[in-house]
Nanobody
Framework: QVQLVESGGGLVQPGGSLRLSCAAS????????TGWFRQAPGKEREGLSC????????YYADSVKGRFTISRDNAKNTMYLQMNSLKPEDTAVYYC????????????????WGQGTQVTVSS
């Protein structure tokens, strides 16, 4: 019954902010590495950020470094992606996922995925 459910997406103006949530069930976030990915129309799914089981290691893709922040609340078993200074090119479906391994942007290493939440950045 492992599930990952994203929420918090929507329409935001350039320069604005959103916070995405990834609610986990069937496992504890502090036992696995989890991360955020996105896929824009016509593009490959790309890794954005991840956090390992201990919370001591994080990863950010160059495209979002300095703008996005990954975090989690173990009590709520929820992971977050705070997105600031959003750009139109951030428009995509955003996914959270789980891996047995350490932080990686390789889609092949993530065995569970959420359904995705749409983020649209437009004026």
């Amino acid at each position: 019954q492992v599930q990952l459910v994203e929420s918090g997406g929507g329409l935001v103006q350039p320069g604005g902010s959103l916070r995405l949530s990834c609610a986990a069930s069937g496992f504890s976030l502090n036992s696995y590495t989890t991360g955020w990915f996105r896929q824009a129309p016509g593009k490959e799914r790309e890794g954005l950020s991840c956090i390992n089981s201990s919370g001591r290691r994080t990863y950010y893709a160059d495209s979002v470094k300095g703008r996005f922040t990954i975090s989690r609340d173990n009590a709520k078993n929820t992971m977050y992606l705070q997105m600031n200074s959003l750009k139109p090119e951030d428009t995509a479906v955003y996914y959270c996922a789980r891996t047995y391994y350490s932080c990686s942007d390789s889609l092949r290493e993530y065995e569970y995925w959420g359904q995705g939440t749409q983020v649209t950045v437009s004026s």
